[in-house]
């Protein structure tokens, strides 16, 4: 395909069509940047939740956190960084859930202990004073 020689020869629209070449390489080239931080926070979170005891009572739930972290790792290492982020904050909602699964199956085991504690002390208060 010829080009007509008015655009070819014309200065002022090579320097335009350069510009727009120009940007559009430039845009091309532009990344999205590793989104450490994000992956530092979401491997906190999975560690919380693994320490707080997820693993007992909400297994499900801290195994997905595990596996979207572990997934983000492998994506951050093929510099797929958009799918690393979006992984990482899968992770670290997944990771929060089972810490929140976990303290209020805690708060809620603690709570039967006491109900319990209370009924054994009501009944040795009614086996004395009869």
């Known amino acids: 395909m010829k080009i007509p020689d008015r655009f070819t020869s014309n200065p002022a629209l090579r320097k335009i069509g350069l510009a727009v070449l120009a940007t559009a390489m430039i845009a091309g080239c532009a990344s999205t940047p590793p989104p450490l931080e994000q992956m530092a926070v979401s491997r906190a979170a999975v560690a919380s939740a693994n320490s707080s005891g997820a693993n007992d009572f909400a297994p499900v739930?801290?195994?997905?956190?595990?596996?979207?972290?572990?997934?983000?790792?492998?994506?951050?290492?093929?510099?797929?960084?958009?799918?690393?982020?979006?992984?990482?904050?899968?992770?670290?909602?997944?990771?929060?859930?089972?810490?929140?699964?976990?303290?209020?199956?805690?708060?809620?085991?603690?709570?039967?202990?006491?109900?319990?504690?209370?009924?054994?002390?009501?009944?040795?208060?009614?086996?004395?004073?009869?």
Request: no cysteine.
């Open 61 to 130: 739930q801290l195994k997905s956190a595990m596996d979207k972290m572990t997934a983000a790792e492998k994506a951050m290492s093929e510099e797929k960084y958009d799918l690393a982020r979006h992984l990482a904050e899968e992770a670290q909602v997944d990771a929060q859930l089972a810490a929140s699964m976990a303290r209020s199956a805690k708060a809620q085991k603690a709570a039967e202990a006491i109900q319990e504690d209370s009924r054994v002390l009501r009944k040795e208060l009614d086996r004395k004073t009869k």
